[in-house]
Every structure is written in structure tokens, then in C-alpha cells.
Nanobody, 128 residues
Framework: QVHLVESGGGSVQAGGSLALSCAAS????????MGWFRQAPGKERELVAF????????YYADSVKGRFTISKDNAKNMVYLQMNSLKPEDTAVYYC?????????????????????WGQGTQVTVSS
């Protein structure tokens, strides 16, 4: 059982920055990918970024590319999301997630059902 805890959310004005952290505990030795997702009111949960646990390959949604940076510390079982140049449309609950099982199809880590454990989420609010 993997337990994920996010921290670092808050309120900021447009153009500002926030840094999110996610602490993982439990069976992290089976981790393949760590991802950050977000869900705005009335919208589906969407992928923001993910990073491979075994190397530094990372992916960003087009909406955050060039503004957000995902990073990790394998020794500490931590994953981070640095968010710069925030926009009001970035307002959402941000979730950390981990994939600990291979799926039967490629590209599973691009989708919510490709992840096995989720954090409780942290609110990010960007005001104009």
C-alpha cells in the first residue's frame, strides 16, 4: 500500500509561483511513474505532468509546458511541481499519483486509470 501526501497549495495572484510537494510512503520500490493531475470544478481530472521514476524522462501538458517543472528525489520518495507564471485557469485541486503496476497497453501513464494510488489533493487558487 502506497500513501501519498501533497503539500504546498495556496492562493496566489496571476503571474506568481507555487511549489507543490508529494511525499510517498509504503511500497514505493514498485513505482514506474509519478504524476501530477488537476481537477477544476465541473471539469474532469486532467494530466499536468509525469516523470519516470527510473530516469528523468518527463512529460508536460501543452497548457503548462514552459511554466511548470516536475522533479523528484528518489532517495526521499518525493516528487515536486514548480509552478511559475500562474494563470487563473490553473486554479484546481492538484493531485499526486503513482503507477505501481504495468498496464496491458502503452501510454497508460497519460491517463488517470493508469495510476494506482492518489493523494488527497491540494487546492491551488490563482486570482486575476
Amino acid at each position: 500500500q502506497v500513501h501519498l501526501v501533497e503539500s504546498g497549495g495556496g492562493s496566489v495572484q496571476a503571474g506568481g509561483s507555487l511549489a507543490l510537494s508529494c511525499a510517498a510512503s509504503g511500497g514505493t520500490f514498485n513505482t514506474y511513474f509519478m504524476g501530477w493531475f488537476r481537477q477544476a470544478p465541473g471539469k474532469e481530472r486532467e494530466l499536468v505532468a509525469f516523470i519516470s521514476w527510473s530516469d528523468w524522462n518527463a512529460y508536460y501538458a501543452d497548457s503548462v509546458k514552459g511554466r511548470f517543472t516536475i522533479s523528484k528525489d528518489n532517495a526521499k520518495n518525493m516528487v515536486y511541481l514548480q509552478m511559475n507564471s500562474l494563470k487563473p485557469e490553473d486554479t484546481a485541486v492538484y493531485y499526486c499519483a503513482t503507477q505501481t503496476r504495468h498496464r496491458g497497453y502503452s501510454g497508460s501513464h497519460f491517463h488517470t486509470d493508469g495510476y494506482d494510488y492518489w493523494g488527497q489533493g491540494t487546492q491551488v487558487t490563482v486570482s486575476s
